[in-house]
């Protein structure tokens, strides 16, 4: 593996996040003086670099305890996992977990938390933060995708962490371009990659917004050693086969009944449906069904929106899919009768 192409390289310098990164680097800044600090939410899509600015600042700081909820997934895992705490009961680890941080106060960098999947598992985790922070006053960074993770906290953990957010917009063109350069300076590869390799490589992946896109096609085509547009176009296609496969794989059974249902009745990037037509269909609570919705924003998939259709029809909202791109990719891997397609 080429060291600037793998999943745990860290920059020297992270390009186009620097007034991000400042934020972060406020919070241990204040927490070095006075040993508390605010309280963050980073949001930003995939590939948008959350994990990239948070590891770059907790290597510079060295003051933190990070813990990848997609290692935990659970509540109780991920509270033992900040000290590996070697006890039965989830209270007994709270309680010790809460005793070390007093001894031995740390920021906790909670990164991904939303592969903490099961609703109850979520609330629990969030009053278990609560209870930390009311106890320690310690600082605590949540880094996840979803951007109304805050809203979907019980209210009185909202009232208590009062995070601040710091968003990452999706990377356009020219700022892939910079990040692509900058990975491929010292490997030699100019007379494979020249400028027109490099603009198209980046206009490919500004798709989709994401350096983790850029960082993969450029990888895959120097192992391959093949680097003409045709390629670019098969290794990109193939990424984003794999990506729409491993996300209904990792959906809930409603959310895939859900997307399964809206495809079937029509909904496409320009033909839009509304939530009632789904709820009629799927026979489930007009609550739950405009909490998938939502869910499916927090995704980036869809697009929702409240219109008044006149006496008749009343205020609905009306769904749609974000783009062509999105549609087409989720409508080749679904099928109607209930199977991913895998091939």
Request: charge should be negative; include cysteine.
């Amino acid at each position: 593996m080429i060291e600037e192409f793998s999943e745990e390289f860290l920059p020297t310098e992270i390009l186009h996040r620097e007034e991000q990164m400042e934020k972060i680097r406020e919070v241990f800044k204040n927490f070095k003086i006075s040993k508390m600090g605010t309280n963050l939410v980073i949001l930003g899509c995939t590939g948008s670099g959350k994990t990239t600015i948070i590891k770059k600042v907790i290597r510079e700081e060295d003051n933190s305890i990070y813990i990848s909820c997609n290692e935990t997934k659970t509540c109780y895992k991920t509270i033992k996992a900040i000290f590996s705490i070697q006890e039965k009961t989830h209270q007994r680890v709270l309680e010790l977990t809460i005793k070390k941080l007093k001894e031995n106060p740390k920021i906790l960098v909670l990164d991904e938390i939303d592969k903490i999947e099961r609703a109850d598992e979520f609330k629990m985790l969030m009053d278990d933060l609560n209870t930390i922070y009311r106890k320690t006053m310690i600082p605590i960074i949540l880094v996840t995708l979803k951007i109304d993770i805050v809203s979907t906290m019980q209210s009185d953990v909202r009232k208590t962490l009062l995070p601040e957010r710091i968003t990452l917009p999706s990377y356009n063109a020219t700022e892939l371009k910079d990040i692509l350069r900058s990975r491929i300076k010292n490997l030699n590869l100019d007379s494979k990659i020249d400028d027109g390799t490099i603009n198209y490589i980046s206009a490919i992946a500004s798709r989709q917004g994401s350096a983790r896109l850029l960082i993969n096609l450029t990888l895959r085509c120097i192992q391959k050693n093949n680097f003409t547009f045709e390629y670019i176009d098969e290794v990109y296609s193939s990424i984003i086969k794999e990506e729409w496969i491993g996300f209904i794989d990792n959906i809930n059974e409603n959310e895939k009944e859900f997307l399964r249902t809206i495809l079937e009745l029509g909904c496409t990037e320009e033909e839009h449906i509304s939530a009632e037509e789904v709820e009629n269909k799927l026979g489930l609570s007009t609550g739950r069904i405009s909490q998938i919705i939502s869910n499916f924003e927090d995704y980036s998939i869809l697009k929702s929106w409240h219109e008044n259709l006149g006496r008749a029809g009343g205020r609905k909202r009306l769904i749609k899919f974000k783009d062509k791109e999105i549609f087409e990719g989720l409508n080749k891997e679904v099928n109607f009768d209930g199977k991913e397609v895998n091939n």
